[in-house]
């Protein structure tokens, strides 16, 4: 049986070996010509577009490499802030707590709403899915693909950037930090309300597996106001699966909690929030061979619910003892994620295809069972 420790080094040594074997030629096309517009723009000081050397992003590893030594010094500057917005939604801008001529001079407007991003352990801010879900968001601020007049107006993306301490492969040490990372947002977001007009029920925070603990521990140090929404996305499970309600997430830390879960080795098994979501029943997803891929797919799916027409779709439901589900379909359907979030209570089966796009909408119930057509998928 492997002990919890090994598995998280296990994981970890998955994680480095998946991050050294990426090709540079994976960059997409759009992603290059973006990389290019922000060497040619002097105002561009943060991109989520990664800078690859021989196939790897020196920036993280050079990250990763600090860490041989054990954590030392404080953890005041461990976490970066980055704006984005319509008119710069690639070239980012820093927020910096107590420097009200920063904050002047960022663009920030209380007037758009918050949407605030947390990537995960082993991971940052350049990262694929952290971009997605930022692009996702800035993209419902332009007109549609039939001239349809923008959804929103614009937002306030925040972009927490802390892979200073989540690239350390000790697992177990990150997940010590959880609390003091979630002081620094909690810190930042009570600045931009105190200086900016911020209201704390614009306020959504999307982190994705430790980063959805850190908004948990930002909900509960920010009290007694209330963020209006956290998406937790497969919230980490080893090391808090234990713990009582005061020391993970839960469903006081902001007015809705909901979760999306998609693993059961990296996540969690029992609800967490107001409203939990388990997409293919929530052990495993379809497709994923890898270990981890079902973890991160949590992502994929939220990043999708922002901008799909058909959406994500499902019925309450409820797991027995022995493993099986019961399915409430005469209660109706409720939608997981989205923008805006709609509040709900309870626990909900989801099913979605084998690849993007992932959502179903409201034709799940006419498709084979995901237990039925990817049989192989890895069970974690």
């Given at each position: 049986?492997?002990?919890?420790?090994?598995?998280?080094?296990?994981?970890?040594?998955?994680?480095?070996?998946?991050?050294?074997?990426?090709?540079?030629?994976?960059?997409?096309?759009?992603?290059?010509?973006?990389?290019?517009?922000?060497?040619?723009?002097?105002?561009?000081?943060?991109?989520?577009?990664?800078?690859?050397?021989?196939?790897?992003?020196?920036?993280?590893?050079?990250?990763?490499?600090?860490?041989?030594?054990?954590?030392?010094?404080?953890?005041?500057?461990?976490?970066?802030?980055?704006?984005?917005?319509?008119?710069?939604?690639?070239?980012?801008?820093?927020?910096?707590?107590?420097?009200k001529e920063n904050l002047k001079n960022s663009g920030f407007d209380a007037r758009h709403p918050t949407r605030i991003v947390i990537h995960g352990w082993m991971s940052q801010s350049k990262g694929?899915?952290?971009?997605?879900?930022?692009?996702?968001?800035?993209?419902?601020?332009?007109?549609?693909?039939?001239?349809?007049?923008?959804?929103?107006?614009?937002?306030?993306?925040?972009?927490?950037?802390?892979?200073?301490?989540?690239?350390?492969?000790?697992?177990?040490?990150?997940?010590?930090?959880?609390?003091?990372?979630?002081?620094?947002?909690?810190?930042?977001?009570?600045?931009?309300?105190?200086?900016?007009?911020?209201?704390?029920?614009?306020?959504?925070?999307?982190?994705?597996?430790?980063?959805?603990?850190?908004?948990?521990?930002?909900?509960?140090?920010?009290?007694?106001?209330?963020?209006?929404?956290?998406?937790?996305?497969?919230?980490?499970?080893?090391?808090?699966?234990?713990?009582?309600?005061?020391?993970?997430?839960?469903?006081?830390?902001?007015?809705?909690?909901?979760?999306?879960?998609?693993?059961?080795?990296?996540?969690?098994?029992?609800?967490?929030?107001?409203?939990?979501?388990?997409?293919?029943?929530?052990?495993?997803?379809?497709?994923c061979y890898v270990y981890g891929c079902s973890h991160k797919r949590a992502h994929d799916y939220f990043m999708e619910s922002l901008i799909s027409p058909a959406g994500f779709w499902g019925p309450?439901?409820?797991?027995?003892?022995?493993?099986?589900?019961?399915?409430?379909?005469?209660?109706?359907?409720?939608?997981?994620?989205?923008?805006?979030?709609?509040?709900?209570?309870?626990?909900?089966?989801?099913?979605?295809?084998?690849?993007?796009?992932?959502?179903?909408?409201?034709?799940?119930?006419?498709?084979?069972?995901?237990?039925?057509?990817?049989?192989?998928?890895?069970?974690?």
């Amino acid at each position: 049986m492997i002990s919890q420790l090994n598995l998280i080094t296990i994981v970890g040594a998955v994680a480095l070996s998946a991050l050294a074997s990426a090709s540079p030629t994976s960059t997409s096309t759009e992603a290059t010509a973006t990389q290019l517009s922000m060497e040619l723009s002097p105002q561009c000081n943060y991109t989520l577009i990664k800078t690859k050397t021989l196939g790897v992003d020196p920036s993280f590893w050079k990250k990763f490499f600090t860490h041989l030594i054990p954590f030392a010094g404080s953890s005041r500057s461990k976490m970066q802030f980055i704006l984005f917005k319509r008119d710069f939604a690639d070239c980012g801008r820093e927020l910096l707590i107590d420097n009200k001529e920063n904050l002047k001079n960022s663009g920030f407007d209380a007037r758009h709403p918050t949407r605030i991003v947390i990537h995960g352990w082993m991971s940052q801010s350049k990262g694929s899915h952290i971009r997605k879900v930022k692009n996702a968001y800035l993209s419902l601020t332009q007109p549609g693909l039939n001239g349809e007049p923008p959804r929103y107006e614009d937002f306030n993306v925040i972009v927490c950037d802390w892979s200073k301490i989540s690239t350390n492969v000790n697992y177990f040490g990150v997940a010590n930090m959880v609390e003091d990372m979630g002081f620094l947002l909690a810190d930042l977001v009570r600045y931009l309300h105190l200086n900016a007009d911020l209201h704390y029920d614009d306020v959504y925070v999307i982190g994705h597996s430790l980063g959805a603990q850190i908004a948990g521990s930002a909900g509960k140090q920010i009290q007694p106001f209330r963020f209006n929404t956290i998406y937790a996305l497969d919230p980490a499970g080893p090391k808090f699966r234990d713990q009582t309600d005061e020391y993970r997430i839960d469903a006081s830390d902001a007015t809705y909690v909901e979760s999306i879960q998609t693993s059961v080795s990296l996540g969690f098994e029992q609800p967490v929030g107001h409203a939990t979501f388990y997409p293919n029943y929530g052990k495993n997803q379809k497709k994923c061979y890898v270990y981890g891929c079902s973890h991160k797919r949590a992502h994929d799916y939220f990043m999708e619910s922002l901008i799909s027409p058909a959406g994500f779709w499902g019925p309450r439901a409820e797991r027995q003892a022995n493993g099986t589900w019961i399915l409430f379909l005469s209660d109706g359907e409720f939608r997981m994620g989205g923008e805006p979030s709609v509040p709900k209570n309870g626990t909900f089966y989801v099913k979605t295809y084998a690849k993007p796009p992932y959502a179903m909408g409201h034709r799940w119930q006419t498709e084979p069972d995901p237990e039925e057509d990817d049989e192989n998928s890895t069970d974690e």
